[in-house]
């Protein structure tokens, strides 16, 4: 299944089909250990560079798309602007974009726990707080469009890969999704023979 992005720098994940983690035929282990990984991304991410950027692209009271409340499981009366936050960031690993991360947030967390975000990594919060509790992951594929290889170069296997979860907590539920942009780590051990 291939997508295509519609958007430049802040990329634009509304109409991307998403499908089960086992349905999915990951060409590559490497690839598969990014992808199904469900410890912190941002650790991992660290762990391959010697600086780490968090660039918040935007932040704010938001609307989420329908297969994202879906997600959710979030009732009607939830899908108000004034009950959300959409966050979207560039994940940097020396100052190269390796993965667009969008983040559908109760506006309650962003009251609470996550006061004063800012850009620090949404992962350090939520993976140092147990009880937050993954869901499993959905993939996506898609095919990049001429804008996208002109602001990110070209995909490896001319496509890039996307997961996302949902995190739940008490009351609320939370969604990440991260597309793997071309220079991201996770394709540079891809064999393309594979």
């Not at 935007?58 to 997600?71: F, H, I, L, P, R």
């Not at 979207?88 to 109760?106: C, K, M, T, Y």
């Not at 726990?113 to 919060?125: A, I, M, Q, Y």
């Not at 499993?136 to 997961?163: H, M, S, V």
Request: proline share 5%.
């Amino acid at each position: 299944m291939l997508n295509t992005l519609s958007h430049s720098y802040a990329l634009s994940l509304d109409g991307v089909t998403w499908f089960n983690q086992e349905q999915a035929l990951i060409p590559n282990l490497e690839l598969e250990s990014w992808l199904l990984n469900t410890g912190s991304l941002t650790q991992r991410l660290q762990g391959h560079c010697q600086d780490f950027k968090v660039q918040v692209v935007s932040q704010k009271q938001g609307v989420a798309n329908a297969d994202e409340y879906k997600q959710l499981a979030t009732p009607f009366a939830s899908q108000c602007a004034q009950q959300w936050q959409i966050r979207e960031v560039i994940l940097h690993g020396d100052n190269q974009p390796w993965v667009f991360a969008r983040s559908v947030i109760p506006q309650a967390l962003c009251e609470a726990d996550f006061l004063n975000l800012g850009d620090k990594p949404l992962g350090h919060l939520i993976f140092n707080d147990d009880r937050f509790k993954r869901q499993p992951f959905q993939l996506t594929c898609i095919q990049p469009n001429d804008t996208f290889i002109a602001e990110y170069g070209d995909a490896p296997l001319a496509k890039i890969w996307g997961r996302r979860s949902v995190f739940r907590f008490q009351q609320h539920a939370m969604m990440v999704a991260e597309v793997f942009l071309p220079q991201a780590p996770a394709y540079r051990d891809l064999n393309l023979d594979q």
